[in-house]
C-alpha cells in the first residue's frame, strides 16, 4: 500500500503534466498567444514551486509521524516485556506464598503433635523427681554389681543402659519442669566446684547444682562417674 507522501508526490506530476500539456497547446496556437503562454508558464512554476514546498512539507511530517509511530511502538514492546516480567514474578511470588502457607500448616500440625504427647505424659514436678531419684538408685545399684558380678557384665550392660537412658529423660523431664539449663553426666575426677566451673566460669556456684539435685544427693561430695545431675540457670 502506498504512503500518503508518494501519492501526494503522484498527484503534483500530474497537475503538472496537464498545465505543461496546455501551455503545447497554446504554442501550437499562434504567435498571438506567446504573452499568454509566458504568463501560463510563470503561473506553472508557482504552481509548481508551491507543490514542491506542499509535498516537502507533506514528507517531512510523514516522516515524522513514522518516527512517533516507531517509537509507540518501542513503548508497546517494552510494555508487553514488562508486563511478561511481572506475570512471571506474580507467579513465582504465589508460588512461595503457596509454600510458605503449607509450612505454617505443618508447624502448627507439629505443634499440636507436641502439646498432645506433653499433655499425655507430662507429670508435675514433684512426681518427676521421685521417678528420677529411684531410677538414680537403681542405677547406682546397678553401677555397683558392674564392678563386683563380672560374670554377668553382658546382661548388666544392657540393663545398665536401659536405666542410664530412662533416668537420662526423667531428669530432662525434672529439668524441663524446673526451667533449669539441662542435665549433665558425670566424669571422672569431677566434682560440683568443677562442674560449675565448666558451667558458670564460677566454681563458687557449686551450692546452685547441690540445691537443684537434692533429691538425688545428700552431700556435694558424694557424687560419682555417670551419674545424671541436672544444671539449674
Do not use: C
Request: no cysteine.
Amino acid at each position: 500500500m502506498e504512503t500518503r507522501p508518494s501519492i501526494l508526490r503522484y498527484t503534483a506530476v500530474a497537475v503538472i503534466a496537464a498545465i505543461v500539456g496546455g501551455a503545447l497547446v497554446y504554442v501550437f496556437g499562434g504567435p498571438g498567444d506567446v504573452k499568454s503562454l509566458e504568463d501560463k508558464n510563470t503561473a506553472l512554476k508557482v504552481e509548481v514551486d508551491r507543490l514542491t514546498a506542499t509535498l516537502a512539507e507533506k514528507e517531512k511530517a510523514g516522516a515524522k509521524a513514522a518516527g512517533e509511530l516507531s517509537e509507540r511502538q518501542r513503548a508497546v514492546d517494552e510494555l508487553e516485556k514488562r508486563s511478561k516480567a511481572l506475570a512471571a514474578e506474580n507467579d513465582a511470588l504465589k508460588k512461595k506464598l503457596e509454600s510458605l502457607g503449607e509450612k505454617v500448616e505443618a508447624s502448627a500440625a507439629e505443634r499440636e503433635a507436641l502439646a498432645r504427647k506433653l499433655g499425655a505424659t507430662g507429670r508435675t514436678l514433684e512426681e518427676a523427681q521421685a521417678r528420677a531419684a529411684e531410677l538414680n538408685k537403681s542405677y547406682e545399684t546397678l553401677l555397683a554389681e558392674k564392678t563386683t558380678l563380672a560374670e554377668r557384665v553382658a546382661a548388666r550392660r544392657t540393663e545398665l543402659e536401659s536405666t542410664k537412658k530412662a533416668l537420662e529423660e526423667a531428669q530432662s523431664e525434672v529439668a524441663r519442669l524446673m526451667g533449669a539449663r539441662g542435665i549433665y553426666t558425670v566424669q571422672n575426677g569431677d566434682s560440683l566446684s568443677v562442674i560449675a566451673a565448666f558451667f558458670y566460669r564460677d566454681g563458687l556456684r557449686w551450692p546452685d547444682i547441690f540445691k537443684a539435685n537434692s533429691f538425688l544427693i545428700s552431700h556435694p561430695d558424694l557424687i560419682y562417674p555417670k551419674q545424671v545431675l541436672i544444671i539449674p540457670q
